[in-house]
């Protein structure tokens, strides 16, 4: 068996779990989430999901699958206010990233979703910055730190 590669995982992981944050909103059907390794094309309004890194921790050999991922939760919608269009201007940027980021503080529903997998997640830890603007874009990076434990044997 092939070892799960970290970083592909906490963004498939991650792209799931997002997967019904605009459900039953006005953004439903209306951003698409991404991650961040593959060859598609950025789309504005969306978020885009990638794993910059996975540690060992210190204290843990690296055979038993430990890892401290941290990833970049990038939410990037429309800065202009345009009549009509429900994904566009400040305050539907910012409803955006909340919804974003109550699924990421959602360990539980994260720890189920990984399970599923075989995987165990311990702690999900997101930090949002400040929007920026770029190109007439809204831009607000989501910094999350994931510990998770891969490949666990099955029980029983």
């Known amino acids: 068996m092939i070892p799960t590669n970290?970083?592909?995982?906490?963004?498939?992981?991650?792209?799931?779990?997002?997967?019904?944050?605009?459900?039953?909103?006005?953004?439903?059907?209306?951003?698409?989430?991404?991650?961040?390794?593959?060859?598609?094309?950025?789309?504005?309004?969306?978020?885009?999901?990638?794993?910059?890194n996975a540690d060992t921790p210190a204290e843990l050999p690296d055979w038993l699958r430990n890892y401290i991922v941290t990833l970049a939760v990038l939410v990037i919608s429309p800065a202009d206010q345009v009549e009509d269009e429900t994904v566009s201007g400040l305050s539907a940027h910012r409803e955006i990233v909340q919804l974003v980021m109550d699924k990421l503080r959602n360990t539980p529903a994260v720890q189920s979703q990984a399970a599923l997998d075989g995987h165990k997640v311990y702690d999900v830890e997101p930090k949002a910055q400040q929007p920026d603007m770029e190109d007439r874009k809204f831009g607000t990076e989501i910094q999350v730190t994931v510990n998770l434990v891969l490949d666990l044997e099955p029980a029983g």
């Not at 953004?27 to 950025?42: A, F, S, V």
Request: aromatic letters at 10%.
């Open 6 to 52: 970290p970083l592909n995982y906490c963004e498939s992981l991650f792209q799931s779990v997002l997967a019904g944050a605009f459900d039953d909103t006005p953004y439903e059907g209306k951003i698409t989430i991404m991650t961040g390794q593959n060859d598609q094309g950025r789309v504005s309004p969306g978020v885009i999901i990638y794993a910059g």
